[in-house]
Every structure is written in structure tokens, then in C-alpha cells.
Nanobody, 119 residues
Framework: VQLQASGGGLVQPGGSLRLSCSAS????????MGWFRQAPGKLREFVAR???????NYADFVKGRFTISRDNAKYTVNLQMNSLEPDDTAVYYC??????????????WGQGTLVTVSS
């Protein structure tokens, strides 16, 4: 099973980015998927999760700015990020969360995609 995150880049404060994660493997359709991030000098943290039937939950800091979605036919999970702030600067990863809070994940961490929010 491989997860490949993409879509990161440099964006100004207040801007938007859409991250995508492609997954191989039939497990995708029956698994919750999640986004995580790790800012420089900080621990990796949970961002958002979506279950196989589309239920979602988010970290408090998202504050309605991010939306997670999935396309089971294409084995992809997306993260639409709006109103980005400098504190959102981090490497973003996707993985399979084993619990609602994203404290445990199923797979080894992939390469991630870097999001830089700066003017």
C-alpha cells in the first residue's frame, strides 16, 4: 500500500490550496482516511479525518477553514484549505487513522507535501 500526497506549495496568507492523496490498494474503500501535518520543530498533528461513508471530523484549529473529501472510485482523498495562515505552514501527510482523534495510524508515513504560507 502506498500513499502519495501532492498539491502543496507557497501561498500568501488568506489564500487557498487543495491537497490530494492517492492510495493504492483495495483497503481504501473500507478505511477512514486522514490528513496530518508537521510544522518545523513541532510534533506531527491530526488535521482531518473522513470515514469510508463520508463522516468527517477536524482538529479544532481548522475552525471551518478546511474541508476533507474523498473519491472512492479514484482512491483519492482531498483537503481543501482556505483562509490559510502562516501557522498552517507544515508538511502535510495522509494516512489511515485508526481512531477518531488520529492518535494512531495504520501505515508508515510517506513523503508528505510541503505547504508554506507566507507573504
Amino acid at each position: 500500500v502506498q500513499l502519495q500526497a501532492s498539491g502543496g506549495g507557497l501561498v500568501q496568507p488568506g489564500g487557498s490550496l487543495r491537497l490530494s492523496c492517492s492510495a493504492s490498494g483495495r483497503f481504501f474503500r473500507v478505511s477512514a482516511m486522514g490528513w496530518f501535518r508537521q510544522a518545523p520543530g513541532k510534533l506531527r498533528e491530526f488535521v482531518a479525518r473522513i470515514t469510508d461513508d463520508g463522516r468527517t471530523n477536524y482538529a479544532d484549529f481548522v475552525k471551518g477553514r478546511f474541508t476533507i473529501s474523498r473519491d472512492n472510485a479514484k482512491y483519492t482523498v482531498n483537503l481543501q484549505m482556505n483562509s490559510l495562515e502562516p501557522d498552517d505552514t507544515a508538511v502535510y501527510y495522509c494516512n489511515v487513522p485508526l481512531d477518531t482523534a488520529g492518535d494512531y495510524v495504520r501505515l508508515p508515513w510517506g513523503q508528505g507535501t510541503l505547504v508554506t504560507v507566507s507573504s
